[in-house]
């Protein structure tokens, strides 16, 4: 009997790509063979993404594009999309099969053989309901969301390790509380022995992801002896396993990164220098509406703080322009809020609506055209912060993690513990290694340091 043919395709973040990873390993290599998403396959699992209106257009795309390759492929929906509208998606011709959150963390039970294509596709989710007055049509429940625990291994010379899900938080933009469900935190011995284990397995980096890692503690999952933990006790054990490795952080909320995680994080044996902090907006008046946590102040007095204990560290940002209401002067106040703050580098969003949300009742949205403006002049500057922060790496010695390279070229790529992206001469025996280094200089042709290796 030939094997079924299975390829994988996610959209979105990297705590998506944790779950990807995990639910491809229940798929037995006895039964299937498992192909590139590029490929020819029997069957596709598409994990999907709601964040953006972008991100719910490519899932679109992805299923015209599949169909093309084989019109008679068994298609399976699973992700943050799905959870929001299974009926929509199961009328997508070439979906079959439509997995809530509990569902698709067995995916393996839902698949009957023959496999034989369905219009409207089954939706297998559990009943759910309301979760407040504010989000009435929420598709969530407080009772039914379990923990999934999840890492990547295999596909990249890094590791994403899923420590924390969902959000307690009701920023009036996002709709990841929605999808996702509350905050929940993996078991801190589930996360530590998960560690080991990937590095063990010759990862030589683990990047921690969740919704709001901060916020880690919160509802643990198998926790049975009911002791509290805090992101803080989190970091400490993690920092005194024996096993050999990189650790870094996925993005955290300038109000949970506290003055105590910031000393412990610059002083770290696995904990790089790496800090992702979303900021939004740099208008006071714009984060209140968003209902955010914290105020340009606080989030000033966080960069400089983590500067002050590593004035080599990487930090990046988040912002959203074209939020309903935000005035030329709102933007302009964002603007030169980021132009003086020393930050790394920015990733830039265009305000959509998101369904459920507070803010779609929101007046004064602008148009794609403003929007559009305002988010090329801040990638414009984020490149200018980009180059300033790496020019200011030049001829200091820092430590590349090398990446697999399948096809012999000149130079092998990597990251610095401070996340430069880095490039240094070809030599095979450096691959998945790491390799100390002198940063020499900015390439202009695609932006990348070239590094001389010392080793």
């Known amino acids: 009997m030939s094997k079924i043919k299975i390829a994988f395709y996610t959209i979105g973040c990297k705590l998506n790509y944790a779950e990807t990873s995990t639910i491809s390993r229940q798929f037995s290599n006895l039964i299937y063979q498992h192909v590139g998403h590029e490929d020819v396959a029997d069957i596709y699992v598409i994990n999907n993404c709601s964040v953006t ?23 399976i929906a699973i992700g943050c999309y799905t959870q929001l509208n299974p009926k929509a998606i199961s009328y997508i011709k070439g979906v079959d099969l439509v997995l809530g959150y509990e569902a698709k963390c067995n995916i393996t039970n839902y698949i009957s053989f023959p496999l034989s294509k369905r219009y409207p596709a089954t939706i297998i989710s559990r009943k759910t309901y309301p979760l407040s007055k504010i989000y009435p049509y929420t598709i969530i429940s407080r009772k039914t ?12 010379t890094r590791s994403f390790l899923k420590i924390q899900d969902g959000c307690d938080y009701r920023c009036s933009y996002c709709i990841i509380p929605i999808t996702r469900g509350p905050s929940r935190s993996d ?11 990937i590095f063990n397995k010759g990862v030589k980096e683990i990047v921690l992801t969740g919704v709001n890692i901060g916020d880690y503690g919160k509802k643990i999952y198998g926790n049975y002896n009911r002791r509290s933990y805090t992101f803080f006790d989190l970091i400490q054990a993690i920092d005194e396993i024996k096993e050999k490795g990189r650790i870094r952080l996925s993005s955290i909320e300038p109000n949970l990164l506290k003055t105590e995680c910031i000393e412990f994080l610059s002083k770290s044996n696995h904990f790089v220098p790496h800090f992702h902090i979303p900021l939004q907006s740099g208008s006071n008046y714009i984060l209140g509406k968003m209902q955010r946590r914290y105020n340009i102040e606080l989030y000033k007095d966080k960069i400089k703080y983590i500067l002050h204990c590593d004035p080599d560290a990487y930090i990046g940002s988040d912002v959203i322009v074209g939020f309903p209401g935000e005035t030329h002067q709102h933007f302009l106040e964002t603007y030169w809020f980021l132009e003086k703050l020393n930050i790394s580098s920015l990733h830039v969003f265009s305000y959509s609506n998101r369904p459920k949300t507070k803010s779609i009742n929101f007046h004064n949205d602008l148009s794609k055209k403003r929007k559009s403006q305002r988010n090329k002049i801040l990638r414009h500057l984020s490149k200018t912060k980009y180059i300033s922060f790496c020019e200011r790496q030049i001829n200091k010695k820092k430590v590349v993690l090398v990446e697999n390279n399948h096809f012999k070229r000149k130079y092998l790529y990597g990251y610095t513990e401070n996340y430069i992206r880095t490039k240094i001469l070809y030599n095979p025996i450096f691959q998945n290694t790491f390799q100390k ?4 200089k900015i390439d202009p042709k695609d932006g990348m340091m070239i590094a001389t290796s010392i080793a």
């Open 437 to 440: 280094v002198i940063l020499m």
């Open 145 to 156: 969301y379990t923990f999934f625990s999840s890492y990547s291994i295999g596909e990249r």
């Open 53 to 75: 209106k972008n991100a719910e257009n490519e899932f679109h795309y992805i299923i015209r594009t599949l169909m093309h390759k084989n019109e008679k492929a068994f298609v």
């Open 187 to 197: 078991s801190l011995d589930n996360i530590l022995n998960k560690i080991k284990y």
